[in-house]
């Protein structure tokens, strides 16, 4: 089975922190996504990697970073918390060669942030 | 720009009735389509895929037909059940591991 986990499932910061979403995939994927869901936004992408130290931004990048030291581990981090990035933060991983349709994207739990 | 669309925030079926639920996208260049389910406090999970060269993909009670013309998709459950009861986001992308999501519908069935 495929594992993805997320360091926490709640968590709650103040405005200005520097806050780390940590995330771990066990099924040796090439790619790893950060998105954030928000109601009547669906899912958006902040950031994706398709491999180690390699990144792209996605639809909403802003406020956010990333990093990618080993290939199992995909850290988000914002780099000083604001409350607009109160949401729930899922991370992803996927295959990243063949069949398109095998890119299907494995989630974790989510961590849903809560910034004041 | 919204690519991809889903238009009914939410939907309410009576337990053994078909549930529709509907996906639209702007983007001509998407080849692939995935539909995901989402249970409260749980990460989406992969649900049924269908390729641009079908137009109806089958798996179980889970149906996805694709309308490239119209570029509509949709997703049909027969016979829905409570258990299906949760956010349903469709997604589509265009030969890559990127997919962009739609903002999801909320299937409630009703026992």
């Known amino acids: 089975d495929v594992k993805v986990t997320q360091s926490s499932r709640y968590l709650v910061k103040r405005t200005g922190e520097k806050v780390f979403l940590e995330c771990v995939q066990d099924?040796?994927?090439?790619?790893m996504f950060w998105y954030r869901q928000d109601p009547g936004l669906g899912l958006r992408l902040i950031y994706f990697s398709y491999d180690v130290k390699m990144k792209e931004k996605g639809d909403i990048p802003e406020g956010y970073s990333v990093s990618r030291e080993k290939k199992e581990r995909f850290s988000l981090i914002l780099e000083s918390a604001s409350t607009n990035q109160t949401s729930m933060y899922l991370c992803?991983?996927?295959f990243g060669l063949g069949d398109p349709l095998k890119y299907e994207q494995y989630f974790g739990p989510g961590t849903r942030l809560t910034v004041t | 720009d919204q690519q991809v669309k889903q238009n009914s925030p939410s939907l309410s079926v009576q337990e053994g009735r078909i549930s529709i639920l509907n996906c639209d996208y702007t983007n001509s260049m998407f080849d692939y389509f995935l539909w995901y389910k989402k249970y409260p406090a749980e990460g989406p999970t992969f649900l049924i895929s269908?390729?641009?060269?079908?137009d109806k993909n089958e798996d179980g009670r889970f149906t996805v037909f694709l309308n490239k013309s119209a570029k509509h998709l949709s997703l049909h459950i027969v016979p829905s059940q409570p258990g299906d009861s949760a956010v349903y986001f469709c997604?589509?992308?265009?030969?890559?591991?990127?997919?962009?999501f739609g903002t999801g519908t909320r299937l409630k069935v009703l026992a």
């Open positions: 099924m040796d994927h090439e790619n």
């Open positions: 269908i390729s641009s060269i079908k």
């Open positions: 997604a589509g992308g265009s030969g890559t591991y990127k997919y962009i």
């Open positions: 992803a991983s996927s």
